[in-house]
């Protein structure tokens, strides 16, 4: 029987080791005999460093994969069984741009939420389709693995604009479990929170412990320490009464939200100190020093030092979801998928984050059992509101949605500021958005 | 054949020569045989100089009408036909302290929206639940007429907590109506806008004058001028590309949502104006004026002045309804009632503003003939998140829903502003929320 | 000002006299300049005699109203305001071979429910088609009301395939507004049904007489009397329990569904009575007189004997309605138009029939006000399903569709007879049938 | 740690032995010390000799459980921790009367379809109730498992009016994924069916092996041969062209919806055949037969001539639900649970027949991704409205709404037939329905 081949989009990211450890160790149920990884020009110094760390590690433990790098997508492509995509359209430089520049108007400035992440979508979303299309041709049947941000609202792009099988994947849902896990030092597997909401605006509805409701207890622990956070979100402190009387477990994304004055201002010393600088800039430093690790000709594993980048777990997660769909597991994973009624109150044609059962048939939500609570409806519907006209904008070209898509968001405060952002980032973002002509 | 009992509740207020107005110039289809007014105690010297300003009205055009005015609410209520609501518990003082204490976080405080808008509810909540209980049992079959503010969310409490057959009026969708009507020089009934939202967060879908769809000319002229404004709200220039992306019109309290900063900016600026102050300031100075006026035993007419006071039409719209009711006219007015399904999104049992048939059955929504778009929807569901937690937590007292509400009011920015406001307005208005026990 | 111009579709038809009686006594309200009466070549003779009688009429009254008799459809459709269509594709011959049919099958014949009105469809929806691409071509403004059955359905035929602007008419609501206003000896415009439901399947959830509930009253005089039937229906008898539990009030077309054997059985027995036959046979005599009568010279008012013909007040509910538009009246009407939520459980884009605002902007249904009751809602949603295929079928001739149409009509008993019966209708209707190509 | 309770109540069933096996078989994941078996007096003998034959069972394979024989039903729940239901209210002489009773009126006589089913759900509703009673005192963590016909509608009677946690259980889906696995020679765990609809009336909308459609092979197969059918249901061939245009799996039971004649028709032969009888009457013979095996004390495993008892797999599934709670396995079964959105068109709380995830917090129903087809939802829709109305009818003992749930079922063909139905049922059942007192 013929194995299966890989194609990841975006093959020079620092998360590469991670994705082929995933690989590797997923030998047995996994067949995988080819992976391709493609890069872009300009990446290609960090994709043949990367590449070559790969090779390495699967000599180290004499796997039959055949690993090639290449510049050339359509190759890549080519009867591809599944495509993962962790590109960055422009590079961490992009996402320091998206960062500071919302700051000016005392709005957040972050990679995927508010402005920071508008302006990501809108340099995303043309290269995802033009990917979608090639896969059309070339590989109709493969999976698309999307774990490029705004992670939900690309898939929405993809999910609605085109015909490509594609789930949306985040690390966040994963992390809160893994957490919770630690925390109650219970298996992971035992662990099940009601996952809602949108992708980094999700909430756990109920934690549970087997048949066992540990929603409190865990609450009371969040409220107590240093956990349940994100190595890229600052971990501020959550208000106790606030906690209590929402029932609910946020995600580390709901502090940009529940917080916004402290987040911003936090946001903005941190920019302004010349010793750390946001978290792309930090981010930059951090691939530098990786890169120089997996240069070493020493190295033949996924080095300790890449948890730190901020984005673990995420290419363990997308193969862990191949393995699945490919093994017809109908294991639970939490990833982005349309909605259809899963969620009353947000449209059928739109993302949401949920628990899905994953196998041959890709991703198949399951009930939530009931509507979701107000207390936390109200938000999750305007910020879905903007990731609908947002997704429009970015792929129509469309600059009245694009204002009104950045004007609906929740952490914009007024029209006049979203017009001012909108003019910003399309002048910082002038060569990576062919969709909107003639700026 | 018996003519009709009204009871007027709060007959005290200024507005009141509109309301006896209203009922004069109706007398041929309107049989009114009895306008009982109460007030509270506080309010007695107001309600005998505004009682007997519309004694004398009613004499001066020999209608056969008797009015009483009292302190016993039993006794005005007992065998009521129409029972209208234009009290406000705590008076201008405590709209005073409700547009004030917001300011100190930077927050919107103004009557109806925002933390002032929630203080005013969590007042109004347990009056009105009272005299619904009177209702039940001294006229079960009165209709309730209620034009105390927030005129949506204490709607939405009697019809999800009483059932008292109510109607919410506001008269913003009237005045937009005569607005759009003297714009184009049309008449007032030829004019149809396609209400849809919640009370003061109320859209224009469309605009009609017959089968012409007149609405991007009606956007025009709100950008070229001084147009669609009520006197209580500042009257800041909409954004044109904003105004022409969104393509319906606002209401005037838009602003609130759409410019935020400049219109708290404004606020601040007039409050901190010895020679301005607050709205309720500026109001209360009206105010001392028309009574002044009132006691002239020469006026027997509605004063002029009185249209300066901001609620112009409301008591004049009350009556019309009242009129359309008892005469089954089918006739369409801009009222609060339950959605039913009206907007999709919106849960069934809450109160949405919308067109209504009003007649003998009281008042019937009009299809939107289709959704709404998303451009306006997911702040219309925020708000009405807000609306329902607000709701709940001035009913049944609970605090816990009462910090939800705030955190969850789109003008309310972080969870910590959210718990100060509470705060604040627990410790001003003390005297006034019996439901919040132990404070 | 210039008046308006009116296209009857099917001017041939012996309703004639009551649509012309309808424009001459709305004259001051209705400012008609020319009434084109189009029909094909087969009902020349008939267009003639009652085109005639049309313009005795006219002449008595002293109108100043160009009537046009023509078989050029595009001449009569030219710069229309409102198109009335009034044909039978296939005449009452067709009509008698629909009522005939089924009844081998022991499924009810006729006209508008069962294999009868499913026949009717699939021959009248390509005519309908038809009509509207002229519309579009010629005349994109007016109004095309229907009245054209099986009216539901090809409305929703009319509403989901083209953007003629439409509203589809049945007499069937005015009737039992009517007889509830006699048998209770009210005015007509006092009494208001809460009708919903679709075409010849609509229920009164309530009856009032302004605000009082009298359901109850109007259901026991149902049981007591020869009331609330149809000319074309056998008065079959209601069962008093199942009315009292039923609590609605049904209408006359209701007994082909509650009383399904005792009406097959009554219809068998008349169509093998040589005497009597099938309604259609009948109402063939009933044309044949009122043809004679039409001839008279001497004849210049609509007479009497129409209104035993059947379709009473259809013709003049029609002018009714063209009044609601022209004049912007904004009365209520029932008719059938686009569901978009107003019975929930039944899908946005098809046509029931319910309350409707009249206006210059053409129907718009009044809500509900909650849902409706189980009891009658599974039937609902079962012929709804059998419509919208049915629908499918007949626009887009496929004939698996039109077999699971009638697989999903409640009163076909079983695939067998589905098939045997679509297989005759084929069979009689082969002339009619364009867009079932190849049969 | 402590095993398993487990109470069986109509443990003199003759299927007792298959779920004796069951846990057997599963004994290493599924660890039971006691199994409590009780029935009513009436049913001693039985419970005897089918209990000392799952004694010697139990015995062969040396299992530590200790098996109680009672009629003492609250000694039997005291701390168990599942309830199985598998009793039958009248016994076998009240199934073949129910089978018997329709076919006076040519309606269709069988255990759970049509009015047979509905005089089961009365007799059987008021007896799970009085088990919910004590459920909730003596073992409130219990699940209850329940296969008690109708299955589904018995489920929405538990669930919508006691808050014991309970999933229905029905054979039929098992049987057709086994049959599917079968006739395509692919293992059982390969095949997906995406089943949609109610007990008794569920559809495959596809079928799935792993990422393949195969519904058009299975289809194919359908027709050709002797195939996906139930021991207790004649094989009445399918309707090719109906099928192909159909385009889903029907479930056995559709052949009294889809072949309502031909069914009805050889029922009749059947009961008028005195070698055959009914159903019911030929069981009683197996029964008969299979309880004079039981007896034999050489006996001490599950005979094989229970299989052609018709209930084959019933057990058995229940015993996996019951394995998939315990050890949070979350793998998919169908079973009946609450909609809760899972079908748009059906109440949210309303009991579907549904693909499940079953683990430690129960069933959750996993997304159908989309609208289900017209083609079966009207159906689904008016069997479910029949199933509101009588689960209300059953646990209100309201007669009224028993008379409009018959009238409401497609296999009933008037109000006067239901009205003959429901009296002749009620003289039937006297002694077994309390709740509809003074019949």
Same mark, same amino acid.
Request: one cysteine or more; aromatic letters at 8%; hydrophobic letters at 40%.
């Given at each position: 029987?013929?194995?299966?081949?890989?194609?990841?989009?975006?093959?020079?990211?620092?998360?590469?080791?991670?994705?082929?450890?995933?690989?590797?160790?997923?030998?047995?149920?996994?067949?995988?005999?080819?992976?391709?990884?493609?890069?872009?020009?300009?990446?290609?110094?960090?994709?043949?460093?990367?590449?070559?760390?790969?090779?390495?590690?699967?000599?180290?433990?004499?796997?039959?994969?055949?690993?090639?790098?290449? =510049?050339?997508?359509?190759?890549?492509?080519?009867?591809?069984?599944?495509?993962?995509?962790?590109?960055?359209?422009?590079?961490?430089?992009?996402?320091?741009?998206?960062?500071?520049?919302?700051?000016?108007?005392?709005?957040?400035?972050?990679?995927?939420?508010?402005?920071?992440?508008?302006?990501?979508?809108?340099?995303?979303?043309?290269?995802?389709?033009?990917?979608?299309?090639?896969?059309?041709?070339?590989?109709?049947?493969?999976?698309?693995?999307?774990?490029?941000?705004?992670?939900?609202?690309?898939?929405?792009?993809?999910?609605?604009?085109?015909?490509?099988?594609?789930?949306?994947?985040?690390?966040?849902?994963?992390?809160?479990?893994?957490?919770?896990?630690?925390?109650?030092?219970?298996?992971?597997?035992?662990?099940?929170?009601?996952?809602?909401?949108?992708?980094?605006?999700?909430?756990?509805?109920?934690?549970?412990?087997?048949?066992?409701?540990?929603?409190?207890?865990?609450?009371?622990?969040?409220?107590?320490?240093?956990?349940?956070?994100?190595?890229?979100?600052?971990?501020?402190?959550?208000?106790?009464?606030?906690?209590?009387?929402?029932?609910?477990?946020?995600?580390?994304?709901?502090?940009?939200?529940?917080?916004?004055?402290?987040?911003?201002?936090?946001?903005?010393?941190?920019?302004?100190?010349?010793?750390?600088?946001?978290?792309?800039?930090?981010?930059?430093?951090?691939?530098?020093?990786?890169?120089?690790?997996?240069?070493?000709?020493?190295?033949?594993?996924?080095?300790?030092?890449?948890?730190?980048?901020?984005?673990?777990?995420?290419?363990?997660?997308?193969?862990?979801?191949?393995?699945?769909?490919?093994?017809?597991?109908?294991?639970?994973?939490?990833?982005?998928?349309?909605?259809?009624?899963?969620?009353?109150?947000?449209?059928?044609?739109?993302?949401?984050?949920?628990?899905?059962?994953?196998?041959?048939?890709?991703?198949?939500?399951?009930?939530?059992?009931?509507?979701?609570?107000?207390?936390?409806?109200?938000?999750?519907?305007?910020?879905?509101?903007?990731?609908?006209?947002?997704?429009?904008?970015?792929?129509?070209?469309?600059?009245?949605?694009?204002?009104?898509?950045?004007?609906?968001?929740? =952490?914009?405060?007024?029209?006049?500021?979203?017009?001012?952002?909108?003019?910003?980032?399309?002048?910082?973002?002038?060569?990576?958005?062919?969709?909107?002509?003639?700026?």
């Amino acid at each position: 029987m013929k194995g299966l081949k890989i194609a990841v989009i975006g093959g020079g990211s620092s998360y590469t080791p991670e994705i082929v450890e995933g690989f590797l160790k997923r030998a047995e149920e996994l067949p995988v005999d080819e992976i391709y990884m493609v890069d872009i020009k300009e990446g290609q110094e960090k994709l043949n460093i990367v590449g070559n760390l790969a090779k390495r590690m699967i000599e180290k433990v004499g796997a039959n994969i055949k690993l090639v790098l290449t =510049l050339d997508r359509k190759e890549a492509l080519k009867n591809a069984d599944f495509v993962v995509t962790q590109f960055r359209v422009g590079g961490l430089n992009a996402r320091a741009r998206d960062e500071r520049f919302p700051l000016k108007y005392d709005v957040l400035g972050q990679e995927t939420t508010g402005p920071g992440g508008f302006a990501k979508a809108m340099r995303t979303i043309p290269v995802l389709l033009d990917i979608c299309k090639d896969i059309k041709e070339l590989c109709p049947n493969a999976w698309l693995i999307n774990f490029t941000n705004p992670s939900g609202l690309v898939t929405e792009a993809i999910l609605k604009y085109t015909n490509v099988k594609c789930i949306g994947l985040c690390n966040v849902p994963i992390h809160m479990q893994m957490d919770v896990a630690n925390m109650l030092d219970v298996p992971y597997k035992d662990v099940f929170i009601e996952f809602a909401g949108l992708n980094h605006l999700v909430w756990g509805k109920k934690v549970w412990v087997k048949d066992q409701d540990v929603t409190n207890i865990v609450l009371e622990k969040l409220l107590d320490g240093d956990v349940l956070n994100m190595k890229n979100i600052y971990n501020m402190k959550w208000n106790p009464e606030f906690i209590r009387a929402l029932g609910m477990l946020p995600c580390p994304y709901h502090r940009y939200y529940y917080m916004t004055d402290k987040m911003v201002e936090e946001e903005k010393e941190v920019a302004n100190d010349p010793n750390k600088g946001t978290r792309a800039e930090q981010v930059q430093a951090i691939e530098k020093r990786l890169f120089e690790l997996y240069k070493s000709k020493d190295l033949n594993v996924k080095p300790k030092e890449l948890e730190k980048r901020g984005g673990a777990y995420y290419s363990d997660a997308a193969v862990s979801l191949i393995s699945a769909i490919y093994n017809d597991k109908n294991d639970i994973h939490t990833v982005n998928t349309l909605n259809n009624g899963t969620i009353k109150g947000i449209p059928d044609d739109s993302v949401i984050e949920v628990n899905c059962i994953i196998g041959s048939r890709g991703a198949t939500p399951i009930s939530l059992r009931g509507e979701l609570p107000t207390e936390i409806l109200g938000l999750m519907q305007a910020v879905k509101s903007y990731e609908i006209l947002a997704t429009e904008a970015g792929v129509k070209g469309d600059k009245k949605k694009a204002l009104l898509a950045l004007q609906n968001h929740p =952490l914009v405060p007024s029209v006049d500021v979203a017009k001012a952002l909108l003019h910003d980032l399309f002048e910082l973002n002038k060569e990576y958005l062919p969709q909107f002509k003639g700026l």
